[in-house]
């Protein structure tokens, strides 16, 4: 997974409501009236959220075969997989080295301040 859909997918995740909506589809599929009822929202703001969910991959979605105005939601196996899977690399405590700075009281070898204007 690339830097920018990662980024993507953790600013979906960053709304407490739509976490809250995928906390609940990764227990099973749901209807939006099952969520809006459980979450105490309205239906176009489950909607809503539910759209942002979707278009970062993270859920799919299914018309029902008999009467397609029911759709089901569920969690997209395979994003989540590589979400987890990028998510354990960039938080893998195996990364951290240490190192000494290249800056300090002597100077900076990374950067060099402005000079002042005056």
Same mark, same amino acid.
Request: aromatic share 4%; hydrophobic share 45%; glycine share 4%.
């Given at each position: 997974? +690339?830097?920018?859909?990662?980024? !993507?997918?953790?600013?979906?995740?960053? +709304?407490?409501?739509? #976490?809250? $909506?995928?906390?609940?589809?990764? &227990?099973?599929?749901? =209807?939006? =009236?099952?969520?809006?009822?459980?979450? +105490?929202?309205?239906?176009? #703001? $489950?909607? @809503? @959220?539910?759209?942002?969910?979707?278009?970062?991959?993270?859920?799919?979605?299914?018309?029902?075969?008999?009467?397609?105005?029911?759709?089901?939601?569920?969690?997209? !196996?395979? !994003?989540?997989? &590589?979400?987890?899977?990028?998510?354990?690399?960039?938080?893998?405590?195996?990364? $951290?080295?240490?190192?000494?700075?290249? =800056?300090?009281? &002597?100077? =900076?070898?990374?950067?060099?301040?402005?000079?002042?204007?005056?």
């Amino acid at each position: 997974m +690339d830097e920018h859909s990662l980024m !993507q997918i953790l600013k979906a995740l960053a +709304d407490s409501s739509r #976490l809250r $909506i995928f906390n609940l589809l990764m &227990e099973g599929v749901h =209807c939006n =009236c099952e969520l809006a009822a459980q979450l +105490d929202v309205s239906l176009s #703001l $489950i909607s @809503h @959220h539910l759209r942002v969910l979707r278009e970062v991959g993270l859920v799919t979605a299914e018309r029902n075969a008999q009467d397609a105005r029911w759709i089901y939601y569920t969690v997209n !196996q395979s !994003q989540l997989a &590589e979400l987890a899977a990028a998510l354990g690399q960039l938080l893998d405590v195996n990364r $951290i080295r240490p190192r000494i700075p290249a =800056c300090g009281p &002597e100077g =900076c070898t990374a950067y060099t301040l402005p000079k002042p204007l005056v």
